[in-house]
């Protein structure tokens, strides 16, 4: 016998690609559950199926960055912080910060389909009785229009969200004069693709090279260096509300236009700015 949950949760988290770097993505979790059904004609009572399950993302890989420790020149080390990442190709980049704000794993390439592997097997491992296997399945969203990763890090949050490399994958609406602009979507999105938005203060230092923010938060101190070009910056925490308003500024200040930005944060939420030249 066989159980479903279907968008059982998301995954929001960063990973290191290493064509193209820093990359925020953002997975639906679909669940399979294989077993025997017990006297209450159960297999697992839905109510403990989808807390499980989520429990142990959340306190896994979820808003962590995932790390290619095989991929060539990506070099991981304990320092004060915690952990050290480095990388060479195709940038250099270093991440500090507590353990738990990374997700080693084995391999050369992250690949959504092997994380969902790992996964159903540590669950298959812890599973409860009655169930013989688990088998999660890791999709992205179906986007048809504009849509672009980022990574971020929220010093102030009381969760998992304070970690300094942490992304999503979202869709773009900008609308003009009661319109969707579609064409200013595919460019800000492509614009905006595996960047980096920092906070203004927790910058620490600044070249044409490289760009070093650094802050302390709940779970421990954070620090991330790479190039500033991979980065855009925000006067103010870059909470999907900023993002929002953020975009909408530009956009009105660029086309002369009052724009209206509905800016997602990964799935099916985000958040809505208005602004006129
Ligand atoms: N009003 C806002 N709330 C939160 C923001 C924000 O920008 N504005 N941002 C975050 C974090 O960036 C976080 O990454 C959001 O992740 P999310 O998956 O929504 O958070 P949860 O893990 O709590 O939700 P799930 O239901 O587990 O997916 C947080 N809040």
Same mark, same amino acid.
């Given at each position: 016998?066989?159980?479903?949950?279907?968008?059982? !949760?998301? +995954?929001?988290?960063?990973?290191?690609?290493?064509?193209?770097g820093l990359k925020g993505v953002s997975w639906q979790v679909d669940a399979v559950l294989e077993g025997e059904l017990g006297k209450d004609g159960m297999l697992l009572d839905f109510g403990e199926v989808?807390?499980? +399950?989520? &429990?142990?993302?959340?306190?896994?890989?979820?808003?962590t960055l995932l790390v290619p420790v095989e991929a060539s020149g990506v070099t991981v080390s304990p320092c004060e912080e915690g952990l050290c990442v480095r990388t060479s190709t195709p940038y250099a980049m270093e991440v500090k910060g507590p353990k738990q704000a990374f997700t080693l794993l084995p391999v050369?390439?992250?690949?959504?389909?092997?994380?969902?592997?790992?996964?159903?097997? !540590?669950?298959?491992?812890?599973?409860?009785?009655?169930? !013989?296997?688990?088998?999660?399945?890791?999709?992205?969203?179906v986007i048809e229009g504009a849509a672009y990763g980022y990574s971020h890090g929220l010093k102030? &949050?009381?969760?998992?969200?304070?970690r300094i490399a942490h992304g &999503?994958?979202?869709r773009l609406h900008i609308w003009q004069r009661g319109t969707r602009q579609h064409e200013l979507e595919r460019q800000w999105a492509a614009w905006l693709d595996n960047r980096y938005l920092v906070e203004e203060n927790d910058i620490i230092a600044r070249d044409k090279q490289a760009l070093t923010c650094r802050y302390q938060a709940d779970q421990g101190t954070f620090t991330l260096t790479l190039p500033d070009e991979r980065c855009a910056v925000l006067t103010t925490p870059t909470t999907v509300e900023n993002i929002a308003h953020w975009l909408a500024e530009q956009l009105a200040a660029q086309s002369l236009e009052t724009s209206t930005v509905h800016a997602f944060e990964g799935f099916n939420k985000g958040a809505i700015a208005k602004a006129s030249p």
């Open positions: 016998m066989s159980l479903f949950v279907n968008q059982l !949760t998301h +995954i929001d988290a960063s990973l290191w690609c290493p064509e193209k989808k807390p499980w +399950i989520k &429990h142990h993302l959340d306190s896994g890989l979820d808003h050369a390439t992250i690949e959504r389909d092997a994380v969902a592997a790992s996964l159903s097997q !540590t669950l298959t491992e812890q599973r409860p009785a009655k169930v !013989t296997r688990v088998q999660l399945s890791l999709s992205d969203e102030l &949050h009381k969760g998992n969200c304070q &999503h994958r979202s």
